[in-house]
């Protein structure tokens, strides 16, 4: 129970592992984007989809940043 506590404010991706994911591309950090379930690369200016609580770290399912969001 504890674990789904501590997972409620980062849309079911656990914390500890926002903590250690980097951009695919660029090896650079992520933010994370509450509202549309993102993990955002400001350094390749894409954000990488989080469905189901599991970050979609593959550059073809990631949205532009200049894209409107999905």
Known sequence: MAEAD??????GV???????LVCPLTKGPLRYDAANAELVSEQ???AFPIRDGIPIMLVDE?????????
């Not at 656990?14 to 250690?20: F, K």
């Not at 990631?62 to 999905?70: E, G, H, S, Y």
């Open 6 to 11: 501590t997972a409620q404010g980062t849309g």
């Open 14 to 20: 656990d914390p500890r592992l926002l903590e250690i």
């Open 44 to 46: 390749a200016g894409l």
């Open 62 to 70: 990631a949205r532009r940043l200049d894209d409107t969001p999905r």
